[in-house]
């Protein structure tokens, strides 16, 4: 079993929908949360960057992590076409960088 | 000017080659770390380097080399590439901090025939 797990999809909704991806984990350990947006061709960007439980906004993403369940998800409000991307969770144990990440979720978001 | 330029973009090989990667930053970043990514296994980090003087195996080293030439600088080697290393391979780098973002560049796709 891998230690992120997450439905790479793909998932594909009309423009204006509101978007959940979620990514499991089975490390009690893991402290940081992150979200990564990877376009066609592109290497992953940082999206949303969280630490420990709790929600953040920015925008119209919303990262929420729940630490007891070990479930984080990203929320996506009006989507838009150019949300159109795979979409990666990672995370880590500590501060040295080395993140683990999940398999990623391609998105399509049609006009 | 990309931040983070891997090089080359694209290519094609033969088992038992050796085959270089390299990967160059202008952010002045201290920390690099080389990833592969596989159809439905995510990206998974292959080796990170903190500074100069500093190598580290990530999750999956077997069968790679690294070497750090310059803070800039920080190169892949395939010693003797075999087809199941065929893989998008994507360089990063980071500030030193807690978890500070790490700025990809856009990948080189390396096919082992």
């Known amino acids: 079993q891998k230690e992120v797990e997450q439905d790479p999809g793909p998932l594909s909704v009309p423009e204006g929908a509101i978007v959940s991806l979620n990514c499991t984990y089975s490390n009690s350990a893991f402290q940081y949360f992150m979200w990564y947006r990877q376009y066609s061709r592109k290497g992953p960007e940082l999206l949303m960057y969280t630490y420990s439980s709790g929600n953040k906004e920015d925008g119209r993403f919303t990262a929420q992590v729940d630490k007891s369940s070990k479930y984080i998800s990203l929320f996506i409000r009006d989507s838009q076409p150019s949300d159109s991307a795979t979409y990666l969770c990672a995370m880590s144990v500590d501060n040295t960088g080395k993140l683990i990440f999940g398999q990623g979720t391609t998105l399509q978001v049609k006009p | 000017d990309a931040d983070v330029t891997q090089t080359p973009r694209n290519r094609i090989t033969k088992t038992g080659k050796r085959i270089m990667l390299e990967c160059s930053q202008t952010k002045g970043h201290d920390r690099m770390y080389w990833y592969r990514q596989d159809p439905g296994l995510g990206l998974r980090l292959i080796y990170y380097s903190f500074d100069v003087k500093d190598i580290n195996k990530g999750e999956i080293s077997d069968g790679y080399s690294v070497s750090r030439q310059a803070q800039a600088k920080f190169s892949l080697s395939l010693e003797s590439a075999i087809p199941n290393q065929t893989a998008l391979y994507f360089c990063?780098?980071?500030?030193?901090?807690?978890?500070?973002?790490?700025?990809f560049g856009d990948g080189t796709r390396l096919s082992i025939l």
């Open positions: 990063a780098t980071s500030i030193q901090g807690s978890n500070q973002p790490q700025h």
